[in-house]
């Protein structure tokens, strides 16, 4: 279980971006995390594994403290936490299968990685969850030469090398065609529903929402504004979150 | 619209900005004496005329010459007796006087025949009864026509003299076919010389420049950020890690010295530490199972890896010695091929210099490492209070290591023999920061130390850049001496300096994202920056280098000026001997290799990036 208590984000020149936000949750969850642009929906899923340093607050996760954690036991947490982003923040200029690869960067030996050796189980490994994403064929082009969607699964397998016990998706589907964004969700479906893996994604759109997530929290200028399952966001809900001038599409 | 009307203040200002401009350059025309009298002297004239021809006709291609010359008696005045033309044979050239003595002033006339037709050809007067004395005085030019016959007017000099004296007539004719002359093939050398001299500095500096460039960008060194204990036991372990080397570099070089002269068992040797450092490093580096080991077996790669390395410097002070006294051996026998033996020997002695520099950065980055390792973990582990006083402790001792470091050097430049002045003074300004620092900060505090070094980087690349490389090979000549040598110092460390600063820029535009990515799998900051910083940067980096490059061979025609070795150093020597035909060989070499390296940098940056 992941619980978070009072976290708070204050960024430089008093921007306050997470306002003391608490939740819980539990292992293999799906959660989604709602909120309009500037909410804080990135700055908290980058505090969950302290790519940017809270402010204050607690994050525990299965006991551990992931807030108080030194440098060497935080990479031992980051690397059984999966990420992915929005702009996909691959390598463009390396191939797709060091992309993935770099995923194992977390478990091996890092002499043998600075000269690009990696173990032969890894590029296996790497192989199967390339297949397992579609784009197996695509292993040695360089990550430019592929599509905004083939990119994003390239991203996704880079997590899932990880064996990663949790994936913080920010936005996965935002920079995509709108038509691709079921296709991409369903990776992550497959791993959160076959895997048991939890999963933190904030997401724009509320029909995704529905589709896939078991519970949802909404985030209004750094404060937790909505905890509950996805049905309950009624229109009031809707207004309260994303205010009275939104309409509600999808 | 509304009218603009210049205003009487305006046009005031316009005026008096006009004037001032007037003065400032009245007085530029001053300072920089410009004057156009010496431009128009004679002397200038002529010798701007004869600079000009001779740069017009590069001396590259010559012919050989075979050269007619004939000499008839000559008097000033007239004799009584004998004061005609001696007899020819008139088969072979031949020229008469007419006539053949003359007081001073007046005109005579000489006519030749015979000689090679359609040439150019010299007319000396000899004032000597020998007429193959060297001192020719020379009197005018003849053109010969197709049947090889000239007409001169000579006036007489001012040179009485009882006994006879020669005129002699000199046409040189070209044989055969052109070749290079002396000055090209020097100028070729030159320019090979030349080449690789800006070849080795932009090697030297970019090698350099890469590590540095890390260090001297924002975005990597932001994060970078260490607590007192940590930072206090690195200077310490530093010092001690480079002093410690220093001890071991000797006793190697000691050992590879015991069997230096035996070449069989300095190979055994070698082969020796070469094999137990392979095998070290191999299992220092052996594959980690994914699960823990536990107790002191955790440590046992480390210190593998540790013996690994010495067994490898031990081995390389062995091979620079077999490298050394091989290629004295090969050398005289390679013939054409010397440079090769050459190159091994200078290579393995270059080598063997620069170990102990290399053991002793290497120990102070492994002790420095380690203790900076174990200053963090005392600072996560230890509570607050207790720290507190360790920091206060070690934070003295970095602070009295560094102000002692700093009180040698200047002890050393300024010739100071005062214990005092040098050991206890700066002991206790140390002792003092260190206090202060470690009571004006909290025990577990992050101190951006990172910041630090990249501000103290930027520092010293910007004072390095800003000396010119002329002047630096300057400084250079007095270091190693007149040669190539001297000018890829100087051009080495000016290229370290700019690529540096350029590389760093290049480093702080990368896209940030590829890099939290990397960071977010969990992997450590030089795994980072090998997978998410370099491939950003290799195209650039590759363009600036070749950019670089084209700047190097452009200095390294100039460095020579300064002593620097290349064809600068020709150039200038040529136009101080006033031999501006081979002067202009040398330009017009440099500008052609300029404008060649300028094409194809531009060619091979478009092709990269
Ligand atoms: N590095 C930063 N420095 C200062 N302010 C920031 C920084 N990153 C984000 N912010 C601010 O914090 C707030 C939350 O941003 P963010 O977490 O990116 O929101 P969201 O992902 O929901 O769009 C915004 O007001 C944003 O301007
Ligand atoms: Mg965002």
Redesign the pocket.
Known sequence: MLSVNNLTKI???D?P?LDRVSFDVPDGQFLAVI?L???????LLRCINRLIEPTAGQIIWNGVEITSATEEELREIRRKIGMVFQNFNLVYRSKVITNVLAGRLGYINPAWSLINHFPHEDVQKALTQLERVGIADKAQARVDELSGGQQQRVGIARALMQDPQMILADEPVASLDPALAHSIMHYLEVINKEEGVTVICSLHFLDLVHRYADRVIALKEGQLVFEGRPEEIDDYRFKEIYGTDAERVG | MKKKIPSAWKSIRLGIIILMTLVVFAYGFQVTKINLDEFRKESRQESRVRVIRALARPDILEYQQVETSVAAPLYIPCQTVESKNPSFDQSQPYILLIPACGAPGEYIQVEGFNFPPGLKGLVYFIPSPDPNDKLALQRGNVQTDHQGHFVYELQLPDRHSDQVQYLRVVVRQNVGHPHFSDAAIETWDKIIETLFLALLATTIGTLLAIPISFLAARNLMKDVKSSLTQISLMIIGLTLGIYFSMTIARWMRGIADLVRDDLTSTIIVAVFCGLASYNLFRYGFYKPENGKSFGVRVYLPQVAQICALLFTFQFLFLICQVGIQTGLTITPRLGNLAFLGNFITRFSDLINTSLPTIIALSGGAIMGGLSSYCGRRVSEKLPQKLLKWINFGFSIAAGVTICLIIGSAIGWLYEIQNETQIRLIPASIGALIGAMISLSTKPKEPLPIGLAIYSITRLVLNAVRSIEALIMAIVAVIWVGIGPFAGVLALGLHTIAALAKLYSEQVESILPGPLEAIKATGANRLQTIVYAVIPQIIPPYISFTMYRWDMNVRMSTIIGFAGGGGIGFLLIQNINLLNYRAASTQMLAIAIVVATMDYLSSWMRGKFV
């Not at chain 1, 642009?37 to 700055?43: P, Q």
């Open positions: 960024y430089p020149g921007v971006a909120g642009s500037g909410a804080g929906k990135s700055t």
